[in-house]
């Protein structure tokens, strides 16, 4: 065949193909469809095809199993050995010597908490590790009010806040907060702890940056770790730090996508019992455009004049604050937390904030309970002045000589939970390790349980098993823990203050 008859044999060709494919059924319909589609629509034919041609290889690819066993086979007695050599590892470590001999030694109480407590082996103590500053405890109006609203709404809602589990007294006691505060709305939680570890994922997300106090508590921890955001630290109270960190985070994300920042802090930190500088916190965060989550745990029911908390102490507006998260369970003797703050942000934790969304509603006996010592709180400012007369006497025995050379107090002069640590010079002077100042502290706690008096020490949660150096963090510092109360008198504070002083003087000068 000549190479100039060619293209007549192809249009040969074209035809015969052409005149085949009329002849099926169907076929005009089909041409017209893809003329006018091409005519209208050129990329979606493109589409049309790709997907078509996708089909059909897909239709046309070879099978194959997917239970092909790639695994090698393996006897019985081979299964039966293997089984025999696994050993689990342990969900959590083993309890140390110190730990075994100090739960043979833990008292135990018997009965309410109070100021004076019965213990299980009938002794009566008195009690400074209670959060029962107000000794609401023992208020005689609030035990009636609470078994009142328990014969009228039951033990508990048994569901969800957003499914049956909202009553009007729960309403009730989010408007008083509202209301106390100074905000626009109030979001009630059945559990304190998981108030903030929810709050926080709830806004705070993969992407988000998130800067923190190094000395935050482990709820805080919890709920920075669930949000899977973007962490920086900070030096503890250290403004200037903060400061620092917050100018580097915003020169960073020049010309780069808006993302969500928050800055996380304490208003009374619960590992050391300073107070956060509230006015500089929020300037900066102003200046830096960040949003401040705010953990009033400790602090409220406890600071201002009617015990508002930080915002109060320190005469801050408290809208300026985006969130303010606070519990009902310690001061206030009731149960649960709540985060406070604008409608948009209350709003948006129905539906986003795990521990409201799926745990069941705070008893109603509770939410009332949380009325009440507010009502109280607001309306007699004799209960906050008596809780810091008896808390300065209480710091100043244990500050005196023979006992204050050894030993600080880290907490706030405002701060009821008197947070103790061994002087860094007298650790340096006598080279203890954190094991070595954890045992002399709990034989301090030893010492005044024997003379009467019951405290504590600063616990923490122990260094995940396998943590590498850098994920350890920042270490809570070995301290004991004495709470001041109301329940006792200021002779009755001071003699039991005497007491830790001359249990430390004993303790640190038998271990020179």
Request: hydrophobic share 40%; charged share 25%.
């Amino acid at each position: 065949m000549d190479f100039h008859d060619a293209p007549s044999v192809l249009i040969r060709a074209g035809n015969e193909l052409s005149d085949q494919f009329q002849r099926v059924p169907g076929s005009a319909i089909l041409l017209r469809y893809i003329r006018s589609s091409y005519q209208n629509d050129p990329v979606r034919s493109a589409i049309e095809l790709f997907l078509f041609l996708f089909a059909l290889r897909y239709l046309l690819a070879p099978r194959y199993s997917t239970q092909k066993k790639t695994n090698v086979p393996l006897t019985e007695q081979e299964i039966d050995d293997l089984v025999d050599e696994w050993t689990p590892e342990p969900l959590v470590a083993d309890a140390t010597a110190f730990e075994e001999a100090e739960n043979e030694k833990r008292p135990i109480i018997q009965g309410p908490t109070s100021p004076k407590s019965k213990l299980t082996t009938g002794r009566i103590v008195t009690n400074l590790a209670t959060y029962n500053y107000y000794n609401f405890l023992s208020h005689e109006a609030l035990k009636e009010k609470a078994i009142s609203i328990l014969r009228t709404y039951g033990v508990g809602p048994c569901s969800p806040p957003g499914f049956y589990g909202t009553q009007d007294v729960h309403m009730k006691t989010e408007a008083d907060i509202a209301s106390h505060l100074g905000v626009r709305s109030c979001l009630l939680y059945a559990q304190s702890f998981s108030t903030i570890s929810s709050v926080i994922p709830a806004f705070s997300k993969r992407g988000d940056i998130i800067v923190a106090d190094k000395a935050v508590n482990f709820a805080i921890r919890k709920g920075i770790q669930i949000s899977r955001s973007t962490v920086r630290w900070y030096e503890h109270n250290d403004m200037a730090d903060l400061e620092r960190v917050l100018k580097k985070i915003t020169e960073e994300g020049r010309n780069k996508p808006l993302t969500r920042k928050f800055i996380v802090t304490e208003g009374l930190f619960e590992n050391v019992g300073d107070l956060v500088d509230l006015p500089k916190v929020v300037e900066l965060k102003t200046r830096h455009k960040f949003r401040l989550i705010l953990d009033e745990t400790w602090s409220y029911g406890v600071l201002g004049r009617t015990a508002r908390g930080c915002t109060e102490h320190h005469h801050i507006d408290p809208t300026s604050i985006d969130m303010i998260i606070g519990s009902l369970a310690g001061p206030l003797c009731a149960g649960g937390g709540f985060c406070a703050g604008s409608d948009e942000v209350v709003e948006h934790q129905r539906l986003s904030a795990a521990a409201y969304t799926f745990s069941a509603a705070l008893p109603a006996m509770l939410a009332t309970t949380a009325s009440e010592t507010l009502r109280l709180l607001q309306d007699d400012a004799s209960w906050q002045q008596g809780l810091r007369e008896n808390t300065k006497a209480l710091r100043a025995m244990i500050e005196r000589p023979t006992g204050g050379e050894w030993v600080e107090c880290t907490s706030a002069g405002e701060n009821p939970m008197l947070i103790v640590v061994v002087r860094e010079g007298v650790v340096e002077e006598r080279r203890w390790g954190r094991g070595e100042v954890e045992g002399v502290l709990q034989e301090v706690v030893d010492e005044a349980l024997a003379n009467g008096v019951l405290i504590t020490r600063v616990k923490s949660m122990p260094t995940a098993l396998g943590a590498a150096p850098r994920d350890q963090g920042w270490q809570v510092r070995p301290a004991l823990k004495i709470c001041a109360t109301m329940g006792l008198s200021k002779k009755e504070i001071e003699k039991a203050g005497t007491v830790v002083r001359h249990a430390i003087a004993k303790v640190m000068s038998r271990k020179r």
